[in-house]
């Protein structure tokens, strides 16, 4: 259950989830206002009553860095990789109890390599282990996929769950493709959305 308020900017462009309570105080400080709310719950006060805010729109356009870089987390590298195994295709879900997924270098730190997100995969303990601090190609192991740099919005979404009204602010503004990537990385069925 989505507990979040999908944010936008003045432009509709969708910038991120903010926890209830943000949402409210930008509402009652006149610094947003309400695009889709779920009018079966009601937010009360001593003195107001509005439906609950589903989406809020910013009045002031906030400025936001088209060359946003974040930093390689365990948590966003596997989102990109679908918390899948890049060298055995083991899910997360199908490791052992005492297997976990990790971060391997393609080129090892020890070996020049850096730890940025053309460098790292996702693997497993097991696999991660046999690698070592070798180069892919001296041991025969490659990753299934080219590791990319993702798009600043698969960073921002990977961890967050969508209501179907927020992905349609996802889908308008950044488009199908976009939305279905998303969907992916939440392990969300993909599909069409208003």
């Known amino acids: 259950m989505n507990?979040?308020?999908l944010a936008l900017n003045a432009s509709y462009e969708?910038?991120?989830l903010v926890p209830m309570r943000r949402a409210l105080r930008l509402l009652l400080d006149g610094k947003a206002e309400i695009v889709e709310s779920d009018d079966e719950k009601l937010v009360r006060s001593e003195k107001l009553s509005f439906p609950r805010p589903v989406v809020i729109r910013l009045t002031k356009f906030v400025h936001v860095?088209?060359?946003?870089r974040r930093q390689v987390t365990n948590t966003f590298l596997f989102a990109r990789d679908q918390y899948r195994c890049q060298y055995c295709g083991r899910m997360q879900v199908d490791l052992k109890p005492r297997?976990?997924?990790?971060?391997?270098?393609?080129?090892p730190i020890s070996r020049g390599g850096l730890n940025d997100w053309n460098n790292v995969v996702t693997a497993c303990s097991p696999c991660n282990t046999?690698?070592?601090?070798?180069?892919?190609?001296?041991i025969n192991m490659h990753p299934m996929m080219v590791p990319v740099e993702p798009h600043f919005v698969h960073l921002s979404w990977a961890v967050r769950?969508?209501?179907p009204k927020q992905a349609h602010?996802?889908?308008v503004f950044y488009g199908d493709e976009m939305l279905a990537q998303i969907r992916r990385i939440e392990g969300a069925p993909v599909t069409p959305t208003v």
């Open 65 to 68: 860095p088209r060359r946003f």
């Open 161 to 163: 769950r969508l209501t």
């Open 99 to 107: 297997e976990q997924l990790t971060r391997d270098h393609l080129i």
């Open 169 to 171: 602010y996802i889908k």
């Open 130 to 138: 046999r690698k070592a601090n070798r180069l892919p190609h001296e």
């Open 14 to 16: 969708p910038l991120t």
């Open 3 to 5: 507990v979040g308020c």
